[in-house]
């Protein structure tokens, strides 16, 4: 059996200017922030980012490497407004495909299943049609002859997720109460890369949880990267909550500085600077 | 005990929102909505579903009665199973609601949430709002960007089911002609006045206009020693 361990920053290096790019988790909780911090290492840019958006689209948009985002909303929870997010939106410095909560995830699952398109109850009457004037409607065939939005399938070329264990072989597992959509994702993607909190044999992924738990199945992962704490500073229940107060550092330092001082030198650079941040 | 606040008027008229809505979920998005919620669900209407704010269904004691990830609350939405109490950053006459940005939506003033769920949730399941400081910049005459779906524009939308809109200063209902937003309850010591001075249209108002219910001994009890005793609410609606 294939063993698809590998680094952050080799999982990175098959990225491409220009992919699409999901991102799991939701808000700022479970996102893969070490896949991030890696792709902030790297030059790749110029890319489409799909996203329940969080610290992860913040710090791509503040970094410029962001030209579309498909999101429908960005949010560090504990902070309703994501700083970086606004400020490149009141700047103009991205393209925004801002679509309804349920479209996107009708999109995940049109992708993950294949289909074109899938009717949804949601973004008619809206501004999101006008904001979007390439989306379309149907008309089901059947005697309600209700009208739906067609929300288009978020086909990725790449799909970048955390969860809290794996085995080599990118059978991934989350132990916290919610999934949110990170098999979807996966399944969305042409290429899939899962980091872990702790790597761990086949044999002990049930042992830590319910087969229900096992949420990403190796057929749809590309690379798995053992990254312990690689959700920081979103939450990653059971093993950590949010770290709040480096939250609120992320939130009101200025790009530049924050940037300067957490994300110049690698991973374990990262760590050491986050945990003597707080004084 | 000393008599109610405005704040806890405000609970009461959020709270009432959901009587007699039956084994529904109660969605509240701030804080008095979310007590309201709570002490409709120790009072009135036992029969609420609530959340612990994440994935999981439970009682006021906080006893796990379910599991509600944010992939099977939308379907929770669609399925209509639902009463949701959003915030407004903007809102009109017909009910649109904007929560995304403010100012031209190619390039925002000021970038608010984002739409959020505010369409699928107007399209599918019953909606109110909570708006904690009734202001001329909150009702106006149009929204800069429609996320919540209003009457004016829900044509054919089969589920669409606008309720009523909650203010700090009273209580709204969509009884206006053409379905506007019409005035029908002021809070004590509020008056209709005041209400048309924060409002930026001219709302219809009810032929009597009533006044909110002051809680009873029970709930305020309940307000001031289980829901909310560190009086949070006072920091989101003051007096």
């Known amino acids: 059996?294939?063993?698809?361990?590998?680094?952050?920053?080799?999982?990175?290096?098959?990225?491409?200017?220009?992919?699409?790019?999901?991102?799991?988790?939701?808000?700022?909780?479970?996102?893969?922030?070490?896949?991030?911090?890696?792709?902030?290492?790297?030059?790749?840019?110029?890319?489409?980012?799909?996203?329940?958006?969080?610290?992860?689209?913040g710090m791509l948009a503040a970094a410029g490497r962001i030209r579309r985002l498909v999101a429908p909303f960005a949010t560090l929870d504990s902070i309703?407004?994501?700083?970086?997010?606004?400020?490149?939106?009141?700047?103009?410095?991205?393209?925004?495909?801002?679509?309804?909560?349920?479209?996107?995830?009708?999109?995940?699952?049109?992708?993950?299943?294949?289909?074109?398109?899938l009717p949804v109850r949601a973004g008619l009457g809206s501004d999101v049609m006008r904001v979007n004037p390439g989306l379309r409607t149907v008309t089901s065939p059947y005697d309600d002859g209700e009208t739906f939005v067609a929300m288009p399938a978020l086909r990725l070329d790449a799909a970048l997720v955390?969860?809290?264990?794996?085995?080599?072989?990118?059978?991934?597992?989350?132990?916290?109460?919610?999934?949110?959509?990170?098999?979807?994702?996966?399944?969305?993607?042409?290429?899939?890369?899962?980091?872990?909190?702790?790597?761990?044999?086949?044999?002990?992924?049930?042992?830590?949880?319910?087969?229900?738990?096992?949420?990403?199945?190796?057929?749809?992962?590309?690379?798995?990267?053992?990254?312990?704490?690689?959700?920081?500073?979103?939450?990653?229940a059971p093993d950590y909550g949010r770290d709040e107060e480096f939250q609120r550092v992320y939130a009101t330092t200025p790009w530049p500085r924050f940037a300067a001082r957490y994300l110049g030198g690698d991973e374990r650079a990262y760590r050491a600077a986050a945990d003597g941040g707080r004084s | 005990m000393t008599e109610a606040t405005r704040a806890e008027h405000c609970v009461i008229a959020c709270a009432e929102e959901w009587r007699g809505d039956g084994e529904v979920l109660a969605s509240p998005m701030g804080l008095i909505p979310s007590i309201g919620a709570r002490l409709a669900r120790l009072t009135f209407a036992p029969e609420l579903l609530l959340t612990d704010g994440e994935a999981l269904l439970v009682t006021p004691d906080g006893t796990v009665e379910g599991w509600l990830p944010y992939r099977r609350h939308l379907t929770l939405v669609t399925g209509g199973r639902r009463h949701v109490m959003m915030g407004a950053s903007q809102i009109d006459r017909h009910g649109n609601q904007n929560i995304s940005c403010v100012g031209p939506w190619e390039r925002p003033v000021r970038q608010l949430l984002g739409v959020r769920g505010a369409p699928v949730n107007t399209l599918n399941n019953p909606v109110s709002y909570w708006v904690p400081r009734h202001s001329r910049r909150v009702f106006v005459e149009r929204v800069d960007m429609v996320c919540g779906v209003g009457h004016d524009r829900a044509a054919g939308a089969r589920y669409h089911a606008l309720r009523r809109v909650?203010?700090?200063?009273?209580?709204?209902?969509?009884?206006?002609?053409?379905?506007?937003?019409?005035?029908?309850?002021?809070?004590?010591?509020?008056?209709?006045?005041?209400?048309?001075?924060?409002?930026?249209?001219?709302?219809?108002?009810?032929?009597?206009?009533?006044?909110?219910?002051?809680?009873?001994?029970?709930?305020l009890r309940l307000i001031r020693e289980v829901i909310d005793p560190g009086n949070a609410r006072a920091r989101e609606v003051a007096g």
């Open chain 1, 1 to 57: 059996m294939r063993d698809k361990t590998m680094t952050a920053d080799e999982a990175v290096s098959r990225l491409r200017d220009g992919m699409t790019v999901g991102i799991g988790g939701w808000g700022s909780r479970r996102k893969p922030m070490a896949l991030v911090r890696a792709l902030l290492r790297s030059e790749v840019s110029d890319l489409t980012v799909v996203s329940y958006g969080g610290p992860d689209v």
């Open chain 1, 80 to 117: 309703p407004l994501e700083p970086h997010f606004r400020t490149a939106r009141e700047r103009g410095d991205l393209d925004l495909t801002e679509v309804d909560e349920a479209m996107f995830l009708w999109g995940l699952q049109a992708a993950a299943n294949r289909l074109p398109f």
């Open chain 1, 162 to 236: 955390h969860v809290n264990r794996a085995d080599r072989r990118g059978n991934g597992q989350y132990l916290g109460p919610d999934p949110y959509f990170d098999d979807l994702f996966c399944e969305a993607a042409d290429t899939a890369y899962v980091s872990c909190e702790r790597l761990v044999d086949t044999a002990e992924l049930t042992k830590a949880g319910p087969p229900q738990s096992l949420l990403v199945g190796r057929h749809t992962v590309t690379g798995v990267i053992e990254a312990p704490g690689g959700a920081h500073f979103t939450s990653c």
């Open chain 2, 166 to 219: 909650v203010s700090d200063l009273g209580v709204l209902d969509f009884g206006g002609p053409g379905r506007t937003m019409r005035l029908v309850a002021v809070h004590p010591g509020v008056t209709v006045e005041q209400v048309r001075e924060a409002t930026s249209f001219e709302p219809a108002v009810a032929d009597e206009v009533a006044v909110t219910r002051s809680p009873t001994a029970a709930e």
